[in-house]
Every structure is written in structure tokens, then in C-alpha cells.
């Protein structure tokens, strides 16, 4: 005899339910979100491609690789709790924030380019 516990949740009860017709659903399961996600990466990937000189193969296999693997990880960030926009501030945030400087006693790095030689001329004694 099989149980199934249902969540309380009702956001939690939408993630759970695959994509399909009863009997014909996709081999994966992935929240309604992901899909968004990986649409909106996928063509952000390809307006890349297409303003720098690369090419872009058909299929295109390795693009849809990469927005699978960026979906991925940013799913695993984003969920019900905290929508793509608050992970999208929070990162705009971070990197504008100030930062403590670093004290100033790091080794000094000189090159070459920065030293000038002279000749130096030696008289010699007696001369």
C-alpha cells in the first residue's frame, strides 16, 4: 500500500506536479519558474552570439547546454521565497557596496620598464 503525503503548502503542491498530460508528462521535473528562466537565458545567449562575431550552429546544441546549466544554478538559488527580482537586487547590492581597503603593505612589484639604467664610467687610476 502506497502513501502519498501531500504538502500543507499550496506553492509547494504546484512545484511537485510535472509538465503533461496524466500518463505522457516529460521525463524531468522542474517548477514552472525554470522554464521562464531557461527561455529568457536561451535567447539572451543566442542576442550574444549574434552581436559578436561568433557563430551560431544549428542546432544549437551547446547553447541549449549552457542555459540548462545556468538554469540549474539558478535555480537552485531562486524558489518561491526568493523570486528572481530579490536574487537581482541582492547581487546589484553586494557588488555596489563599499569595501574596506586593503592595507598598503603588500610587497611593491617592479618592472622593467619602470627602472632606467645608466652607464656608469669608471676612470681608472693612473690614467
Known sequence: MRALIRPDDEV???DAVWLGPRG???PWSARY???GIWLMLFVSVLLVEAALPMRVNVPPVWEIVLTILATYALTGVIDHDRPPITVWELLRVELG?????KRA???VRLSATSIRVRE???QQEGA
Not at 97 to 101: K, L, M, N, T
Open 33 to 35: 519558474s525554470a522554464y
Open 24 to 26: 505522457f508528462t516529460l
Open 12 to 14: 509547494y503542491r504546484v
Open 105 to 107: 603593505d603588500r610587497p
Open 120 to 122: 656608469l664610467h669608471v
Open 97 to 101: 557596496a563599499p569595501r574596506r581597503r
